[in-house]
């Protein structure tokens, strides 16, 4: 595969003063943080919070009303094109296409960003992220549950080693156990392929769980960045609900 | 082109798994193309029409050695009538057409000094009955002239003059010769073809119509089907995107356009079922050729002329608003075919040629006509207009506007 070499910055995503606003309303507030090479990076916060405007900001789809966000380095979306293939993204509401097999789902995420001769090889990489039977892989994707669904989702975005995964509330809808293997699997490959993951999600515990560093943010705003036993030090909270309750009512805080 | 071919992929997979829709795309022209010809060749000829003939007059008279008597010409026009497929009845009140053959009319017939005349009622309301009075007006003329030569024929006696009636009747003899636009004689079923080549350029619209809402579907489907964001976040190029859907439904456009063919077979074989007729005259190679490149032109145009409406407004709402406004223009341009030839009109109305679906048809009856170079032309044109039109419109594709607008 080939990779990005040289890159002008070791930070995978800075974010600078970020904002975003559809007609007259202000979604984003001016966001700033910075996601290093290699973390597992936790946005979260409530539904309406922003996190989905973020990460599609961030994934080259929308563009900033101001502020500035790089990407390994190159500004987005200007330069989205010279980092297209080393970021992949898995938007909160994705499916899979339901006449097509699981399989064949896989294949044409593997092309879309691997070279020819690397489909079978990254192919075959989706398959053991996915974990799923033979049979159901030769299934059209309209029969799966929303479990496999996912996983099949997961997998396309991890197997194709990039530099940055965004995964919006990858486990949202999901069976407690389907949501531990998405937990799990990001958590597993993001280590073992060096991939930088930035996810959402409105679920306090498991970012706790996956999450070397969290952003939490409310209206647009970040109340709290840091690692979660930081965070929960600063504000004197047990865990991140009750954290987030006091900083919701209080003022930010940066760990 | 690493880019386009994956889009071709995913979209060919999708197409052929979607029988629904690919069944929808065969069917509706080879079903909808011979009900064409059937609603608008066979059942007119199917559609009863009474008439009633009343003769009030009841006598005989002659001119010379012709003779002549009110019966006869009742009968005379009753037999054609019923012959052509019309009901000859007893029942004036129940008649749309009655022919009213007054007391006094053989008199004056006959006289060298009177007029005769008949009375010809019409009640409003069937098409059919206009051909019924178009034909009783015809056996009328008929029996006007005979009765006309037996006069003249008198006349010549009494003058002492050797007389041809037709030389006073008709001293101007006319002759018309029909002739194909590139000056050839018109063979007999010539007419019969450019009458049938019209249905086929009004049946392009059958075609254009599951295309239309295709297009639309394949676009904002993605969306509704929650698959949009993620293809538009890969390194998949934006106009790569935008072609491969346009090359996937033209293989839609293909197939549609072999439906057609096969429609139109059926569709030339419904004159037969009204008169003999020697269908494969007319169904040279040229018209399956023609309707197959005219269905995919067609599909194209909906194609190219859909996409930036969808793209510049991409809710289901707005598409689903111009897959309906392009059904809507191609039908009326394809329909306006059946009276019009689209490519003879002046200006500023002979700026219609520029729309695609108008140069389309006009193809279609150019081929009949026997002009293939300017069918060509006409299908050149469109296919250039609608790939300009998708290679315009890959720079209409805007992420933010296809994923944030609602329905």
């Known amino acids: 595969m080939e990779w990005v070499v040289g890159l002008p910055d070791p930070v995978a995503v800075r974010v600078t003063d970020l904002r975003k606003s559809f007609g007259k309303t202000e979604v984003l507030r001016g966001v700033s943080f910075e996601v290093a090479a290699g973390e597992v990076f936790g946005v979260v916060g409530p539904n309406g919070a922003g996190k989905t405007t973020l990460l599609r900001i961030v994934a080259g789809l929308l563009r900033p009303t101001s502020g500035e966000v790089r990407v390994l380095g190159y500004s987005i979306p200007r330069e989205i094109r010279r980092v297209g293939r080393h970021v992949s993204y898995l938007p909160e509401e994705a499916n899979l296409y339901s006449r097509l097999t699981g399989l064949e789902n896989l294949r044409l995420f593997a092309m879309a960003y691997a070279d020819r001769r690397d489909v079978d090889e990254v192919v075959k990489l989706g398959i053991a992220i996915a974990g799923l039977p033979g049979e159901d892989l030769n299934r059209r994707a309209g029969t799966y549950s929303k479990g496999m669904s996912r996983r099949i989702l997961v997998a396309a975005a991890l197997m194709v080693r990039p530099r940055l995964a965004i995964l919006d509330e990858p486990t949202a809808g999901l069976d407690v156990l389907s949501a531990k293997y998405v937990r799990d699997v990001v958590r597993r490959f993001s280590r073992e392929l060096n991939t930088t993951v930035l996810l959402s999600s409105h679920n306090m515990f498991e970012v706790s769980k996956v999450c070397d560093r969290v952003a939490l943010i409310h209206s647009g705003r970040i109340l709290a960045l840091g690692r979660v036993d930081e965070i929960l030090a600063e504000v004197g909270a047990e865990d991140l609900e009750e954290a987030f309750a006091k900083l919701v009512s209080g003022g930010g805080v940066s760990a | ?407």
């Open chain 2, 1 to 407: 082109m690493r880019d386009l071919y994956v889009v071709l992929w995913k979209e060919v997979r999708e197409i052929v798994r979607d029988r629904r829709t690919l069944l929808s795309i065969v069917l509706t022209p080879i079903a909808t193309l011979p009900l064409l010809g059937v609603a608008l060749v066979y059942l007119p000829a199917l559609q009863e029409v009474l008439v009633a003939v009343v003769d009030e007059d009841s006598s005989e008279g002659s001119i010379g050695n012709f003779t002549i008597s009110s019966q006869l010409v009742s009968r005379f026009v009753q037999r054609y009538l019923t012959a052509w497929g019309f009901v000859v009845t007893e029942e004036v009140e129940a008649a749309q057409v009655i022919l009213r053959i007054p007391a006094g009319f053989i008199a004056n017939l006959t006289s060298f000094e009177h007029q005769a005349s008949v009375v010809l009622v019409k009640k409003l309301g069937s098409p059919r009955a206009d051909q019924a009075v178009a034909y009783v007006e015809f056996l009328l003329n008929y029996v006007s002239r005979l009765v006309s030569e037996a006069k003249v024929l008198v006349l010549g006696e009494l003058a002492g003059q050797d007389v041809r009636a037709e030389a006073v009747l008709n001293p101007i003899s006319l002759r018309t010769v029909v002739l194909v636009p590139t000056g050839a004689l018109a063979g007999p079923g010539e007419e019969l073809r450019l009458h049938l080549a019209r249905l086929l350029a009004v049946g392009l619209a059958l075609v254009t119509t599951p295309a239309a809402s295709y297009i639309a579907d394949s676009l904002i489907g993605e969306k509704e089907r929650r698959t949009l964001e993620k293809l538009l976040s890969t390194p998949i190029s934006r106009s790569s995107f935008i072609l491969g859907k346009s090359l996937a439904a033209s293989l839609v456009g293909l197939v549609g356009g072999a439906s057609s063919v096969a429609g139109a077979v059926f569709l030339y074989l419904v004159p037969a079922l009204t008169r003999p007729t020697d269908v494969i005259a007319y169904l040279s190679p040229d018209i399956p050729a023609i309707l197959f490149l005219s269905s995919y032109a067609s599909i194209l145009a909906s194609l190219s002329i859909s996409l930036p409406v969808v793209l510049v407004s991409p809710s289901i709402r707005a598409a689903s608003i111009s897959s309906a406004s392009v059904i809507g223009l191609a039908s009326v341009i394809y329909l306006s075919t059946l009276f019009i030839n689209l490519d003879e009109l002046r200006m500023p109305m002979s700026l219609l040629l520029a729309v695609p679906y108008a140069s389309i048809a006009s193809a279609v009856l150019r081929v009949s006509l026997g002009e293939p170079l300017r069918a060509v032309g006409y299908l050149a044109y469109s296919l250039a207009f609608s790939v300009a039109l998708i290679l315009a419109s890959t720079r209409l594709l805007n992420p933010e506007r296809m994923i944030a607008s609602r329905a």
